[in-house]
């Protein structure tokens, strides 16, 4: 079983979909706590990590094979967490990372501040020492959609910003609640979003039982 920790449960349908598609059969259990982004977001990503560990920790206890987290801002806590658990814990962002690490120029949109920084760094640690012109773009405004429940407001804001980004040779969607944006676009710049391969990598996970 793959346990999904989300911090909005706009994620469940999305990676359900997801599932079903690519990985018919995969059983999926949904932790939601809208909360850990709340404080992230006000403190920083370390101060949820005694709040994200106990959240893994009761997850392996109820079964999960591997752990993904879904949220961009506390990925790298997710991870940092996973010591001592006995199953993978993976962050959603990290195989869109290394596919970004591949090119020269790479811009990151967010419409959560408190993404852009832990993805930058996820993005230069997958490139390992290798030169790359990082920027990120906060999309001002689009969250406040998000948060009032006007998605296609949101993906079409997002879609607009990714629209007037110019000398990029890939564009990374920073967070997974932007992903379908990436289908309003019209740029000629490859657009990466990270639910599909963040699932893959840990479906993986879990038939290895890795």
Known sequence: MLALLHTSPVHIPVFEALRDQDHP????????????????????????????????????AEGAS????????????????????????????????????AVDRIVVVATVRSTLEPTVALIREEAAGRAVELRTLHVEG???????????????AVAAAVDAVLEADVIVLAQASMA????????????????????RAAAGAVASGA
């Open 25 to 60: 059969g995969l059983e999926l259990r949904h932790l939601v706590h809208e909360v850990l982004l709340v404080r992230a977001g006000r403190e920083g990503p370390a101060a949820v990590a005694p709040a994200v560990a106990t959240v893994l920790t009761s997850a392996v």
């Open 66 to 101: 591997a752990v993904l987290c879904t949220c961009s801002t506390i990925g790298g806590v997710a991870e940092a967490c996973a010591e001592g658990l006995g199953v993978p814990v993976l962050r959603v962002d990290r195989p869109m990372a290394a596919a970004a690490a």
């Open 142 to 156: 689009a969250w406040e959609r998000f948060e009032a429940g006007d998605r296609g407001g949101y993906l079409d």
């Open 180 to 199: 379908d944006a990436a289908a309003r676009t019209t740029t000629a710049v490859p657009v990466l979003s990270s639910p599909r391969p963040g699932l």
